[in-house]
């Protein structure tokens, strides 16, 4: 068995071609998607946070709406950018949203990818500190959010309240019970993934990742998760760690499909990204059984028990669920995930 769940970037544009053509449409288009997505029977809903773009940005007030209309699915994010936030506020906001869903939040986090504006991030009132760099930062507010996520008292109450206090230091609150170990990082390293382990955080690997050898960007993916969980296990966490892989993957089943995306060119991708030399993975898209026979080949696939299938937003909600359904019917059983 395998999770699957869907990533959605929750782009939109004013074009006439566009389903979603502002942010409304991509906000309650993405609580329909994730409805549907439940009804199928899919696993996940998970939202890319990107900001200063026409995009999903702010994602608590969307977890929280989804929570509240949903009852089994799980709720992500694939990732949250850490250069921007405050982990203290975040704390109380992640904490709300995983009541309202009932515990079912698994939130990503990362350092985030290169952005609409330079250094975005100074515009949210956050500059790092002497001698880091942005990346630091983003750690830095990793670890601040991680340990108040534990739920531990740190604040002096005042002597003199206006409302009565429990005995001791005082937490942030609302403080969600389990929500520390449903932390995601996203790696785009095989350092970076050691490190995600140390921490004890779960392991989220994209479409993307540093070109560490040159071998086939899955091949370099399932190595990424061996060296993770090898170093989980070193660190002595209780428990076994998720990961997560993200895939475009379109089965061809009918003639719009067939227009959308018959004929896609197939194999990974060199670039660079941030100073990065970094290897694309390919996108799959054909009829299901050339699907199948494709995916048993993609070794970090297997090696991750949860997979994220990224969708194409502006498609629309029935396009979409289509996708979802063809997968989780033509596909996942013939693989063993279903």
């Known amino acids: 068995m395998k999770k699957i769940g869907f990533l959605s970037f929750g782009h939109w544009t004013p074009s006439p071609q566009s389903q979603t053509r502002s942010a409304s449409d991509t906000l309650l288009q993405s609580i329909d998607l994730a409805v549907a997505a439940e009804e199928l029977g899919a696993d996940g809903a998970y939202f890319r946070v990107h900001h200063f773009a026409r995009q999903l940005a702010s994602p608590f007030p969307l977890l929280a709406a989804i929570g509240a209309r949903t009852s089994r699915i799980e709720i992500g994010t694939g990732v949250i950018d850490m250069r921007y936030e405050n982990p203290m506020y975040m704390v109380e906001d992640a904490g709300a949203a995983d009541l309202i869903s009932g515990g079912r939040l698994q939130l990503g986090i990362s350092r985030g990818s290169p952005e609409q504006v ?3 991030w100074r ?3 956050f500059a790092p500190a002497e001698g880091e760099t942005e990346a630091d930062m983003a750690r830095r507010h990793t670890q601040v959010f991680l340990r108040l996520l534990e739920g531990e008292g740190f604040a002096t109450p005042n002597p003199r309240p206006m409302f009565p206090n429990p005995p001791g230091l005082l937490r942030l609150e609302p403080h969600s019970e389990g929500l520390r170990e449903r932390i ?3 790696a785009a390293s095989n350092g970076t993934a050691r490190w995600t382990a140390e921490l004890g955080m779960n392991l989220m690997s994209s479409t993307l990742k540093e070109d560490e050898g040159g071998q086939p960007f899955h091949v370099q993916q399932a190595e990424q998760i061996r060296v993770f969980r090898e170093a989980w296990a070193e660190a002595g966490h209780a428990g076994e760690p998720r990961v997560s892989v993200s895939r475009s ?3 061809i089943v009918s003639d719009e499909d067939r227009m959308y995306f018959g004929g896609r060119p197939e194999g990974d ?8 030399r970094a290897i694309f993975g390919r996108s799959y898209a054909a009829e299901p059984d050339q699907l199948v026979e494709q995916l048993r080949e993609d070794e970090a696939i297997a090696a991750a028990d949860t997979l994220l299938l990224t969708v ?6 029935d396009y979409n669920a289509h996708v979802l359904e063809s997968i989780l019917t033509h596909v996942a059983p ?5």
Do not use: S
């Open 118 to 120: 330079v250094d975005g």
């Open 334 to 338: 013939e693989l063993g995930w279903r």
């Open 249 to 251: 993957i379109f089965p």
């Open 269 to 276: 991708q060199v670039g660079q990204i941030d100073n990065m």
């Open 184 to 186: 995601w990082w996203g």
């Open 123 to 125: 515009y949210f009132g």
């Open 312 to 317: 194409p937003n502006q498609l629309g909600v």
